[in-house]
């Protein structure tokens, strides 16, 4: 069953990439996201704002890792994929998030002194792999030459920041009710947030913005992280961010029906690399200790 968090996370927020780029032309993306966090907070308030109290001799000393952690998942990725959205295709997005593996194997290994599998370790390089061919198009040769686009790019830098999201919430496990953590970063996210919109332009709430808003806010920001967060309990940080590699072909199905982007070649080569990357890494389990003959930080033998 804690696999069916991630999984729900996943699809959740698979949706929310295209939600990203049906943004594009409704709202600017400091407004976006603003407003999700801004609806979220609306309706965590009095529901959390007595649990809170209550726990507020609790939350005082975790409160500067609180606001890492909302800076991070909350803040960074969420406004980094917002401005990717204006400059890469919703496909990208999703694809480029299964780059997530890589990154937390070597956090995880580096952080928390878990052990890799040869089957993690190769899944992520397969998944990696897949997203090469799909930022180039196909065309290795091309993206050496002109390098990454902006958009691709920030998508990396978001990604990232969310595997540092994940592994730092799973060593520091703040003592805290999930909802309430939640509630907290959202929180961060707002004072973190407010200054960017007064600084970018904006094009205010419209009809079209309002269902937007409402998936990301509802939805995607309150939803999504809560399942995360409740697997990311239940399973390491590595194991748990394999599940992003679900999201390629996620985002791409639902792209294709709402957006219309049309699927190459290299978006269905590279989705079944990181399709491929997640079985890989759950059904081959040998620790990559034993194989290599090599110590792993926080081993016995180190």
Known sequence: MAYLLPLAAVLIWSGNNVVNKLAVGVLFP???????????????????APRLWRFRHQVKPLIPRIIVLGLLGMAVYQTLAYYAATMTSATNMGIILSLMPLMALGLSSALLGLPLTLGALVG???????????????????????????????????????????????????????????????????????????????RG?????????????????????????????????????????????????????LLREQLTWAHLIGGGLTLAGVILAETWRRPLRRAAGVSLPGSADS
Do not use: C, H
């Open 30 to 48: 400091a407004e976006i996201g603003f407003y999700r966090w801004v609806l979220a907070g609306a309706l965590l308030t009095p529901l959390m």
């Open 205 to 257: 709430a419209s009809v079209e913005a309002v269902p937007l808003v409402i998936y990301a806010g509802v939805l995607a920001s309150m939803v999504a992280p809560l399942l995360w967060m409740q697997g990311i309990a239940r399973l390491d940080p590595s194991r748990m961010s394999l599940f992003f590699n679900l999201m390629p072909l996620l985002t791409a199905v639902i792209a294709s029906v």
């Open 124 to 202: 992520a390089v397969i998944s990696l792999g897949g997203v090469v061919l799909v930022v180039s198009s196909g065309d290795l040769a091309a993206l050496v030459a002109r390098g990454i686009n902006q958009g691709d790019a920030l998508m990396v830098l978001a990604t990232f920041a969310y595997a540092v999201y994940g592994v730092l919430l799973k060593r520091w496990q703040p003592p805290l009710p999930a909802m309430l953590l939640l509630y907290l970063q959202v929180l961060v996210a707002l004072v973190a947030l407010f200054p960017l919109l007064l600084l970018s332009p904006q």
